[in-house]
């Protein structure tokens, strides 16, 4: 029966994680950061649904991770498309920045 939570949990987490790994791996495969951002703002939107009709115990972390995909495509496309483009590309460049 442990074993069977346990299974349970690692599925939840995986899906729970799926809007990141699609959202990195599409980005990294096409190198299209709108499309991936808009294809993980769907599956952000499908998980949290998801959970919330499972009435499954979310995750912290991967909440706020699949909050932050949900929220930030739309935003930054606002900003190219009605707003201040400057800022768009300032905060793009800003994510998209190599580390170290």
Not at 37 to 45: D, E, I, P
Request: with cysteine; proline share 4%.
């Amino acid at each position: 029966m442990m074993a069977n939570a346990r299974q349970q949990q690692l599925l939840l987490d995986l899906f729970e994680s799926l809007p990141s790994i699609v959202f990195i791996l599409l980005w990294r495969q096409t190198s299209n950061l709108e499309l991936a951002g808009w294809t993980g703002c769907g599956f952000a939107a499908f998980v949290l649904a998801g959970l919330v009709l499972l009435k499954a115990r979310i995750h912290p972390v991967l909440i706020g991770i699949n909050l932050h995909i949900l929220l930030v495509t739309p935003v930054l496309v606002g900003f190219y498309r009605f707003g201040d483009r400057a800022l768009a590309e300032f905060l793009t460049d800003t994510l998209t920045a190599p580390c170290c």
